[in-house]
């Protein structure tokens, strides 16, 4: 059966929220066959794909950072490409497990090690906007070299990059980094801005902003994010090279508020929390030019994204 699939992809962290929306990505394609794993500490069973047509994909329980889990799985499957999602991710949650974040080292070298040694092609690695840190140009530009960055998380991605870029020198493993800024839409957790406000806003409930609400960012709709990512694989393009995926429409979170209760015709009332100690950076904002040539498509409109995702009424992962 694993003959008559042209691709042999593995999505580590697949049951997360961009990691599923990718597995569904791929697994559009028949030429595809694609295991999914993931440890479920924050990934949820219930993102994974539907039966389709194609019978392509398979899930496996699996810890990454763990040696003895990965290594029979890379071994008996031999992929061609390895999608590696599997993090601890959520501001609050990597400032409150900053072990755990650091844990995340051992899965880069578990799987580097045994891609290198199995035949794998290419990895395809999510970084994140955190490795900016707090920017001293703007928009951030995948040239730059960022290391201001203190907190556990963001090392930890510079550190899976700066893994990538060493496999490639010594052993020519060839990849791609992909730097994450937001991504929103359905089967996103609730314990992510753009999830928690519609949610509010919805229930009619007091939206919470940290500090004036003046830190700015982008949101970027999921379908953007896989579309792009994806024809990196299928275009063969960016090899060893690092690519924002967001967006480049800038707004405060005052006004991300704002827009979510006019969007959903809300009573909702936005409340003034403490400024968070750390990890809320003052802006966010990516340069995307190799994203859009990538996506070769008009991005979603956060107006249309927002509605997208109030209307997939999907708030219970």
Same mark, same amino acid.
């Given at each position: 059966?694993?003959?008559?699939?042209?691709?042999?992809?593995?999505?580590?962290?697949?049951?997360?929220?961009?990691?599923?929306?990718?597995?569904?990505?791929?697994?559009?394609?028949?030429?595809?066959?694609?295991?999914?794993?993931?440890?479920?500490?924050?990934?949820?069973?219930?993102?994974?794909?539907?039966?389709?047509?194609?019978?392509?994909?398979?899930?496996?329980?699996?810890?990454?950072?763990?040696?003895?889990?990965?290594?029979?799985?890379?071994?008996?499957?031999?992929?061609?490409?390895?999608?590696?999602?599997?993090?601890?991710?959520?501001?609050?949650?990597?400032?409150?497990?900053?072990?755990?974040? @650091? %844990? /995340?080292?051992?899965?880069?070298?578990?799987?580097?090690? #045994?891609?290198?040694?199995?035949?794998? =092609?290419? +990895?395809?690695?999510?970084?994140?906007?955190?490795?900016?840190?707090?920017?001293?140009?703007?928009?951030?530009?995948?040239?730059?070299?960022?290391?201001?960055?203190?907190?556990?998380?963001?090392?930890?991605?510079?550190?899976?990059?700066?893994?990538?870029?060493?496999?490639?020198?010594?052993?020519?493993?060839?990849?791609?980094?992909?730097?994450?800024?937001?991504?929103?839409?359905?089967?996103?957790?609730?314990?992510?801005?753009?999830?928690?406000?519609?949610?509010?806003?919805?229930?009619?409930?007091?939206?919470?902003?940290?500090?004036?609400?003046?830190?700015?960012?982008?949101?970027?709709?999921?379908?953007?994010?896989?579309?792009?990512?994806?024809?990196?694989?299928?275009?063969?393009?960016? @090899? %060893? /090279?690092?690519?924002?995926?967001?967006?480049?429409?800038? #707004?405060?979170?005052?006004?991300?508020? =704002?827009? +979510?209760?006019?969007?959903?015709?809300?009573?909702?009332?936005?409340?003034?929390?403490?400024?968070?100690?750390?990890?809320?950076?003052?802006?966010?904002?990516?340069?995307?030019?190799?994203?859009?040539?990538?996506?070769?498509?008009?991005?979603?409109?956060?107006?249309?994204?927002?509605?997208?995702?109030?209307?997939?009424?999907?708030?219970?992962?």
């Amino acid at each position: 059966m694993m003959a008559s699939f042209k691709n042999k992809i593995l999505v580590t962290g697949g049951a997360g929220f961009v990691g599923s929306t990718m597995v569904d990505k791929l697994i559009e394609n028949p030429d595809n066959f694609v295991l999914t794993i993931d440890n479920l500490s924050t990934g949820n069973i219930k993102r994974l794909p539907e039966t389709n047509p194609y019978n392509n994909w398979k899930f496996i329980k699996c810890d990454v950072n763990s040696y003895r889990d990965i290594a029979g799985i890379m071994t008996s499957f031999q992929f061609d490409y390895v999608f590696h999602y599997a993090a601890v991710v959520g501001v609050k949650r990597t400032l409150e497990n900053p072990v755990s974040v @650091l %844990n /995340d080292i051992n899965g880069f070298k578990y799987l580097l090690d #045994l891609s290198k040694n199995t035949g794998v =092609k290419r +990895i395809f690695f999510s970084s994140s906007s955190e490795v900016y840190g707090e920017p001293f140009e703007h928009p951030q530009n995948e040239m730059t070299t960022p290391l201001n960055s203190r907190l556990p998380y963001a090392v930890v991605k510079n550190v899976g990059e700066a893994f990538l870029r060493s496999y490639k020198q010594e052993y020519n493993l060839d990849y791609t980094i992909f730097r994450f800024f937001n991504t929103y839409g359905p089967k996103q957790s609730n314990d992510f801005v753009m999830t928690r406000f519609i949610k509010a806003a919805l229930q009619g409930k007091k939206i919470s902003v940290y500090g004036d609400g003046l830190q700015s960012r982008t949101f970027c709709y999921r379908n953007d994010n896989v579309d792009a990512c994806a024809a990196t694989l299928y275009n063969n393009m960016h @090899l %060893n /090279d690092t690519v924002n995926i967001g967006s480049d429409f800038e #707004l405060t979170i005052l006004d991300l508020a =704002k827009l +979510i209760i006019k969007l959903t015709n809300s009573k909702s009332e936005i409340v003034h929390l403490p400024p968070l100690a750390e990890g809320d950076m003052s802006r966010r904002k990516p340069d995307i030019s190799k994203m859009k040539l990538l996506l070769g498509r008009p991005m979603t409109t956060i107006e249309e994204g927002i509605m997208k995702t109030i209307e997939s009424g999907q708030y219970n992962y």
